[in-house]
């Protein structure tokens, strides 16, 4: 089954855009008013959230109603938003991040492999042949080798005590947990295996913010997700999804053929499917 398709026929039932009211918190002064994309909605208002409207990049402190399936259904969004600049600097976005980032080099850099792609620049790159992240979202959707559970485990520990900590994941976190040696925690993956298990992959260019290339990377995406990472002399070595909306077959597959869990760090999330069983899924209820 195709469980890309039949979201996207499902989206067609609900309202390209939503009716967003913005509200000063503490006095419920209106800010104003705006129609946007439903497309440029997080799913969830379940983390530290920032929206980009008439130019001014507002915090959502707090959202009602939280999730998508509402307020697509009701057309209608409140939400009491701060501008940035008027946020607490000591906060965290996230409860966690990676210890290590990957190297950057400067324009034009070429991808990993010539098997990649022929796109070698970039900087020239249309938006939609380009992944880019914030550095801080790095391996924050990571797949890992089973073995390494307990190193997980124990990582995970210290996020779910931070999460527990806060009653409102959208003011951000007082604590942010450093993920250390996970990001090379012995994965290693032939390359023309894992193309073997994605469906009709698309090469694209991957760079980190503020627009810098990275060395060694890929980034593959299939209709179902995008896929990026480090890989060298043919073995992949680090391996994240830059966003999951959704669980299909294409994933389960990669999960069994290479005995990995994907861990969804922020959310204190695991899943995994081992030969023989059943998929399996583990999360934190906040």
Known sequence: ?????????????????????LLEPGTDRLLGKCKLPAATLPPAFDRPTTLTINNTLWRVLAASPLSADDFLYSKKL??????VTQTSPDRFFWPTRCDWEPEVISY??????????????PAGASESERLTLDRRDWLQLQLL????????????SHIRAILKRESNPLLGYEQQYLRTGIAVAG?????????????????????LEPGHAVRN?????????????????????SLGLAALEYVDEELMRILEAFQLELVDWCRVSRLSAEPGDPPKSEAIDW
């Open 1 to 21: 089954m195709n469980y890309a398709k039949v979201i996207g026929s499902a989206l067609q039932l609900f309202p390209k855009k939503i009716q967003v009211t």
């Open 78 to 83: 409140l939400l009491h938003v701060q501008p």
């Open 108 to 121: 034009p850099a070429g991808l990993a492999t010539d098997e990649v792609s022929s796109r070698t620049d």
């Open 145 to 156: 080798p089973l073995q390494q559970r307990e190193i997980v485990e124990e990582a995970l």
């Open 187 to 207: 994965l290693s993956i032939m390359w023309e295996d894992f193309l073997q298990q994605l469906n009709e992959p698309t090469p694209m260019s991957l760079t």
């Open 217 to 237: 990377a890929f980034c593959l995406r299939t209709d179902s997700y995008t896929y990026y990472g480090l890989v060298q002399d043919g073995l992949i070595t």
